[in-house]
């Protein structure tokens, strides 16, 4: 789990977890959630395909947090080996500003 502090007092919590409805290698989902006045609110996904995803990091700059994750290209196998997996693998990148994500892109 990966935690940033906005300045503006809103903590945001990154990690990857199961979603629970994909097959055993595609299963890790790249998830936040925000703490506002107090309370945690629901977890929500960020760009799910339904692909293996995997090494979330982040930047905060002012009240903007850069989020570089790899994520597969392809929905693997079950079966799958380190040497299927490594070539499907782009890196990712979006912004969090102002309540939204921006600039998705790989």
Known sequence: ??????????????????????????????FYRNYRDGV??????????????ESARIVVNGDTICILWLKSTTKLQEDSTLEDIIPTMELYYTE???GFFWNLCN
């Open 40 to 53: 945690w609110y629901e977890a929500k996904m960020i760009d799910e395909t339904g692909t293996f995803n």
């Open 96 to 98: 969090y500003q102002n």
């Open 1 to 30: 789990p990966i935690l940033a502090a906005l300045q503006v007092g809103t903590l945001l919590l990154f990690y990857l977890d199961d979603d629970g409805s994909i097959n055993e290698i595609n299963r890790t989902t790249l």
